[in-house]
């Protein structure tokens, strides 16, 4: 079936850089996307949301770029800190039916 | 707001037993609630769909008859694993929907 894929499965940076985590998506009907964090042995928690209509969304320190032509999908996170080190996951949603990439785990290095 | 509990957050059982895992959203109702199993260093496999008062909806490859879910209220639902043997460790995750979805801390599962 259709699903939603991630280019890279992990990402070093420097505290105080820019991360980019990206993903890719095949269901060109999905019409609502959302990236998640999670961190060890925790549930996954909400970051930033975007609907098909949009392709940009900012949040506080977090910018989702959605391009519909190509099928991906980016979180973009401002001055990388250590509390950002975790696994990105971003979801796509169609008709209810949520599903999962991945996931990228984020490393940030002091 | 749109917060989610689990109970218990981790739990060790014998081959055989059943063990009840609670989902619940305390700030808000939810008609629908999920059930996620996460494997170590793997992304979350959706299980079932739990909707408030009628059957779940069970993804394929899931054993309705061995995971079985109960949404009893617009606040909770249960997962409850039966005869659970060593390979059903896991981490287990709900999550209910209010417009996106809002996932539990979830609960560890070691069956010995």
């Known amino acids: 079936g259709e699903s939603v894929g991630l280019h890279l499965p992990t990402l070093s940076v420097q505290e105080g850089d820019n991360s980019i985590i990206n993903c890719a998506y095949s269901?060109?009907?999905?019409?609502?996307f959302i990236w998640y964090k999670q961190e060890s042995g925790k549930g996954p928690q909400f970051i930033i949301d975007i609907r098909s209509n949009m392709d940009k969304r900012q949040g506080q320190r977090v910018t989702v770029l959605l391009n519909k032509t190509v099928k991906h999908l980016s979180l973009q996170i401002a001055a990388t800190q250590p509390g950002d080190s975790a696994v990105y996951f971003c979801a796509e949603t169609f008709d209810n039916d949520m599903r999962f990439g991945a996931g990228t785990r984020l490393t940030v290095k002091p | 707001g749109a917060v989610v509990s689990q109970h218990p957050s981790w739990v060790i059982c014998k081959s055989g037993t059943s063990v009840k895992i609670e989902c619940r959203s305390l700030d808000f109702q939810a008609t629908t609630m999920f059930w996620y199993r996460q494997f170590p260093k793997q992304s979350l496999m959706l299980m079932a769909t739990?909707?408030?008062?009628?059957?779940?909806?069970?993804e394929q490859g899931v054993e309705k008859d061995k995971f079985l879910i109960n949404h009893a209220s617009l606040t909770l639902s249960t997962l409850t694993v039966t005869s659970a043997h060593p390979e059903d460790s896991s981490f287990y995750i709900c999550s209910a929907k209010v417009e996106t979805q809002y996932f539990g801390p979830g609960t560890r599962l070691l069956v010995l």
């Open positions: 739990s909707n408030e008062g009628s059957k779940a909806t069970y």
């Open positions: 269901n060109s009907a999905s019409d609502y």
